[in-house]
């Protein structure tokens, strides 16, 4: 058992229609008929929405997916149409709402991995393959791979697991010239940011994109590339063999593993409050992550 720890009533907007609450965001339709994609300071972790915000959280995710939807324009089209505010919203909605298209989405996380950690590492463990795909003998907990590759999985509903899947599982599913697409779509993106990121000091150790389709054109959508959806290794620490520092929700989930938490992630119950520690660690990590990638300080 998984989900929500208390799950929030949804705010009522004028001329706006509630479709879904998601892990971290409320979705809504507007009278155009697109879809307005509001960020909250929710947590989630280990299938759980945790009942402690992280406060800015929202709208780290909202401008650094922005940013990067800028870096990566010529590779793989988005799906926002403005950051504007709806008619009547709560002033909190600023900074964290995308206008976006209606897409028809794709039912696939896209994940690429560049370096080997997470469920992908527990994987090869076993089999000496991720997502069947066979890697080399000797590689540890985050080591760089000989090339990045394509792992995609189903996508879950809140309190479900995301399942990892091989690509002619996703062929199967999607039909085989869309599964193609997704993979050299994901790759390129995926190397895109890797480099930028490296640029900044940051490695971009695996990541994971969701696609639509506007027609005929694949469009990027939701978030990318942010602290919720990639793990961020600093470059100058990088050492395999063992678990590397991260900006990213790795803070908490060491904490909610951790005697200090007296949470046991076999059991039924729902995870415990964070600390205010725990908070204020993680809300920097999201913050560091932020500026190290753009270059520009949180404000």
């Not at 929202?58 to 505010?85: C, E, K, M, Y």
């Not at 089999?127 to 999985?153: M, N, W």
């Not at 076999?266 to 725990?278: G, I, K, M, T, W």
Request: with cysteine.
């Amino acid at each position: 058992m998984s989900g929500f720890v208390e799950k929030p009533e949804p705010i009522q907007v004028p001329g706006l229609v509630h479709l879904h609450t998601g892990k971290v965001r409320e979705l809504y339709q507007n009278e155009a008929g697109d879809l307005v994609m509001v960020a909250s300071d929710r947590m989630s972790a280990y299938d759980w929405v945790l009942p402690t915000e992280i406060p800015d959280k929202g709208r780290v995710l909202t401008r650094l997916s922005l940013w990067w939807f800028d870096q990566l324009a010529d590779l793989a089209p988005n799906h926002v149409i403005s950051t504007d505010v709806p008619s009547g919203a709560p002033a909190d909605w600023e900074g964290r709402t995308l206008i976006c298209k209606s897409l028809t989405m794709v039912p696939v996380e896209c994940v690429a991995r560049g370096y080997l950690t997470g469920s992908g590492l527990a994987e090869y463990n076993d089999t000496r393959t991720v997502c069947g795909l066979a890697l080399p003998e000797g590689l540890t907990d985050g080591s760089e791979l000989p090339a990045p590759i394509f792992t995609p999985a189903t996508k879950a509903e809140v309190g479900e697991h995301d399942e990892n899947v091989s690509y002619e599982e996703v062929a199967r599913q999607v039909g085989s010239e869309t599964a193609a697409q997704l993979r050299q779509t994901t790759l390129a993106v995926y190397g895109r940011a890797r480099d930028i990121a490296r640029e900044r000091g940051v490695l971009l150790a695996d990541t994971k994109f969701e696609f639509g389709f506007d027609g005929d054109t694949l469009v990027l959508a939701d978030e990318v590339l942010t602290p919720d959806s990639s793990r961020f290794w600093p470059a100058d620490t990088w050492k395999p063999g063992c678990a590397q520092p991260s900006f990213d929700k790795q803070y908490v989930r060491d904490w909610l593993t951790s005697a200090a938490s007296g949470w046991d992630r076999a059991s039924e119950q729902p995870p415990p409050p964070l600390p205010a520690d725990v908070v204020a660690a993680t809300r920097a990590k999201y913050i560091e992550a932020y500026e190290r990638l753009t270059g520009t300080t949180w404000a």
